[in-house]
C-alpha cells in the first residue's frame, strides 16, 4: 500500500542498512517499522529524518517520555492515524502508563476544543501575554 | 475585536463573577484573560469549559507542567495565535524554562514534519503497532 | 497587505465591475468585501468562485442561515480569521442571534474535541455506522 | 485496534454503566457505539464528556439537527474518519435528508476552499468585519 | 462505504453520464474513479465541481504536473487518504517520476515542520514581506 | 513579540553568525528574516533546520521555483501567516508570476475543497489507485 513500497533490511543497499542499524541500535529493537522502510527508497532523506529524529527525541530539558507524549499529542491533533498507532507504542515502551494515557488525551481534547473557542470568539491577544 | 466583546469583573453577573473567582483562586492570580472574559457572555458554557479545565490540568499522572507542554503543543499545530500567547505564559509560571520550551518546538515541528510524510508515503500500520 | 492588493470599483474592468454588480445585488449590499476585491486580480477565479457560492449558499434542504452557521464552523475549525470575521457578520444578517452564536460556537469547539478522542483511543467505526 | 480496547456493557462497572444508561435513554436506543466504549476505560474523561454532549447538543436556539450538522461539517474538515461515520448516521437519524446532506458538504467543502483563498491573498480584514 | 453509494455508469441519468463522459475525454481514460462516482448523487455538485477542476487544472502558467504536485501538497498536509492515493497515481500519468515524488514529500514535510515553528516561536512579519 | 526575541547579526555568537552567513551566501541576500532570528535562540535547531532547508530546496528533479510553489501550498493550507507572507515573496524571488500565483491559490483552495468531499462522502479508495 505504500506509495513505492516497503523495503527490508535484507534488500537494502548499504548506505539504507547503516541507517537501519543505527535506529536498531538506538532503539534496542530488532525490526525497523513501515515508515523508515517506506522513506528508505529516498536514502537522503532516510538519514536526514533519522538524524533529525535522534538529535530531537533523546533526553535533554525534556525527558524522552514527555517527549514522546507531545508526538502523540500533535498527531492525534493531526489525525494522522499511522502517527497515532506507532508513536502510542513508542511512548508505552519508554513508560507511558494508562493512565498517563488517558490524562494526555484529556488534555489533547480540551486544547483542541478551546483553540477553536479562541479563534471563533475572535479573542484578543492580552497585553499580559505579549513579550 | 472579540465578537461579543469582553466581560470585565466589575460587569459580570453574580454568576459570571463566581467563575471568575475560582479561576482566579486556582490559578494564584489577581486577574482574567480575555478568553474567559469572551466566553463569559455564555455563562453556562463558561463554567462548563472552567470545570473541564479545572478537573482536567491539575496533578495526576501527568504533572501540570506536562500537561501546559501538550496544551502548547496542540495550538502550535493548529496555529492559534492567542492559544499559543496565553499556554506559553501558562507553561512558563509553572515551570517552563526556555531550554524547555525549545525542546518543545523541536518536538512539535518535527512531528508535524513525519506525519505528512507517514500520509504522502501511505505507510500502511505495521502489525506490531495494532492491539 | 493583500499579496496583490485590493482592486476597487471605480478602478475595476467591466468583467469585474461584472461580478461586484452581481455581488451587491445578490446580498442587498452597497459594498463589496475585501476577499472579492483581492480575489478581482484573476477575474476568471473571482467570477467561478462567486458562482460557485451564489449556487451553493442560497434557500434550499437547507435554509441560508443554517449555511452560513455551517461556514462559520469550519472558518472557525481551520482558524481563518478573516473568515471567522467575514462570516461572522454574514450569518449575522441572515439572522444569527448572540443565542445562535454561542451554542453554535459551543458545538464547533466539542466537536473538535471529539474528534481528537475517537482520533487518539484509535476508535474502529462500528458496523452499525458502515453504509 | 482501540487503543485500550472497548468496555461492553456486561464487563462494565456501575460507574460506567451509569453514564451507558443514560446514553441510551437520551438518545433512544439500545446499543453504545465504540466512541464511548473506548473512552469508558477513563470513567471521569467519559462522564465529563457525555455530560458536555448532553448539555450542548439538546434543543436550544439551534435544534438538535442543526447541530449535528455543524458536528458532520467540523468531522469533515479535520478528516476525522470516525466522526464522519458516525455523525452522519446520528444526523440522519435526526431528521437530515440526503438532500440536505448533499447540501452540508457542498457548503463544508466551499468554505474550505475559500478559507485558504483567504490566507493565500493575505486577505486584510474589512473595518465593516471589526466590532 | 460511501455515504450515498457509488453510481456506476450503466446506473447513471443522462445528465451524470454527460459529466461522466467529459472526465473520461478530457483525461483520456476509459473509467470514471470513486470520487465522482459518490458525488454523481448531487448532480449538480458534480458538474460544477468537474468544471472546476477542469478549468483550474489545464495547462497555464502553470503546467499540469506542477499542479498536480500541489494537489498531492495539499493532501498529504491535511492528511486526505483518499486523496492522496487518486493524487499520486494521477501526478504519475502526468509525469511525476519517483525522484519528483520524494523531492515533493520532502518539502510538504518540511514546509509542516517550518509552519510550527514560525507560529510555536510568534514571530512577527518582516516589513520586507509587507507588500 | 517573539517568545524569546530575535537575535540581531551583531548580536549573535559565532556559531549563530556562522549560519547567518551561510543563509545569506546560499540566499545571495544581505540580510536574515525573523523566522531564522527567532530560532537563532536554538542554535542546534537552527543549524539543523538550515541544512535541511538547504538540503530539500535546492535545484533537482524539481526546480528551486516549483518547490517554493509547493511551500506556499502547504502554508496556505495550514494557515500560517508567516511563512504565507515569507514563501510568497521567496517565490517571486525564484521567478513566480502573479499569474502562477493566482494558478497556484486556484489550485490550492480546489483542492482543500474536494479533500473534504472525499471525506465527507466517505468514498473509499479505488483498486485502480491501490499499489
New interface residues.
Given amino acids: 500500500?505504500?506509495?513505492?513500497?516497503l523495503i527490508e533490511y535484507k534488500d537494502a543497499s548499504p548506505q539504507v542498512r547503516a541507517v537501519y542499524d543505527d535506529i536498531m541500535a538506538t532503539r534496542k529493537t530488532d525490526?525497523v517499522?513501515?515508515?523508515w522502510k517506506?522513506?528508505a527508497?529516498?536514502p537522503?532523506?532516510l538519514k536526514?529524518?533519522w538524524e533529525?529524529?535522534k538529535?530531537?527525541?533523546g533526553p535533554?530539558?525534556?525527558d524522552p517520555l514527555?517527549?514522546e507524549?507531545?508526538?502523540?499529542?500533535?498527531?492525534?491533533?493531526?489525525?494522522?492515524?499511522?502517527?497515532?498507532?506507532?508513536h502510542?507504542?513508542s511512548a508505552q515502551n519508554k513508560g507511558m502508563?494508562?493512565?498517563?494515557?488517558?490524562?494526555?488525551?484529556?488534555?489533547?481534547?480540551?486544547?483542541?476544543?478551546?483553540?477553536?473557542?479562541?479563534?471563533?470568539?475572535?479573542?484578543?491577544?492580552?497585553e499580559?501575554?505579549?513579550?
Fill in positions: 500500500m505504500a506509495t513505492l513500497g525490526w517499522n513501515n515508515f517506506a522513506l527508497h529516498d537522503v532523506s536526514r529524518t533529525d529524529v538529535q530531537i527525541m535533554g530539558a525534556l514527555t517527549k507524549l507531545i508526538y502523540v499529542a500533535v498527531s492525534a491533533t493531526t489525525q494522522c492515524n499511522y502517527c497515532i498507532a506507532a502510542t507504542v502508563t494508562d493512565a498517563m494515557f488517558k490524562e494526555l488525551m484529556a488534555v489533547v481534547s480540551m486544547a483542541n476544543e478551546t483553540n477553536r473557542l479562541a479563534a471563533g470568539y475572535q479573542v484578543e491577544i492580552d499580559q501575554f505579549k513579550k
